[in-house]
């Protein structure tokens, strides 16, 4: 039976450390699992978006796309075999992944975060209660490489739940407002546009919530298709916006990387 490769907040196949670790193994089956508990408390614009973020990487990778409690699901999925998951920090995922990981070998590799969260901490090992003395920190620690793309990886065939796609697509269907191009190609896109037209100015322009002034990379809630990673100067080189001049684009990296990411642990909500 093939690895499973869980993708849950970070659906990228480019930078993608857990799945690379699944690779390394054998032949590996993508799963992407809807969670009840995260669709049914969405409102139709992030029950758009999350399926739009899934159904295109479904067009790149055989991913198959299950419906129901991770819980439950991952394990039937998987069998005997291991699970790769990157590393999860919410108070709702490490409880879903504690649960699972007692049915099925659970391995983390990586993370979505440019720095993994508790990386980053004072002299005493505990948070830093100030953002200044955080970006700081963060800064001097700095954010390792990306991960390799894979090339011709060893995939199993994708094996959906119809009812599950098709829930996923009349998602998309009933959107409510007209939302970005999902998918992590899409992102990539935004981030080089913003580069090229938004960095002299964002300094001022990002607290402009009338203006289109930031990078849109991290548009709604995950699933995502680049990680804020990506708009911290973490994807290959010509990519970090230090590189620009002004001190609009020399202060973007903190801004777009970490102020976005510190939050994201904190929430107990699934």
Sequence with gaps: MPLVMWFRRDLRVRDNPALLAALS?????????????????????????LAANVLSPAERIPLTIRYG?????????????AVHVAAETTPYGRGRDAVVGERVDLVASGSPYAVGPGLVSNGTGDPYPVFTAFARARRERGWPEPAMTPRSPDLAPADSSSDAVAMLEKAVADAPVELPTAGEDAAR??????????????????????????????ALPPPRGAAPALAAGRARSGLDLCDRAGSGASSTPTCCGTRARRRGPISSRP
């Design 189 to 218: 896109r935004r981030w080089h546009a913003f580069r090229s037209e938004h960095t002299d100015d964002y300094e001022v322009e990002r607290d402009r919530p009338d203006h289109d002034g930031t990078s849109r990379v991290v």
């Design 25 to 49: 193994d054998g032949p590996v089956s993508c799963l992407f699992v809807v969670d009840p508990a995260l669709w049914t408390s969405a409102g139709p614009a992030r029950r758009a978006r």
């Design 69 to 81: 409690d991770p819980r439950d699901v991952v394990p039937s999925v998987a069998g005997s075999g």
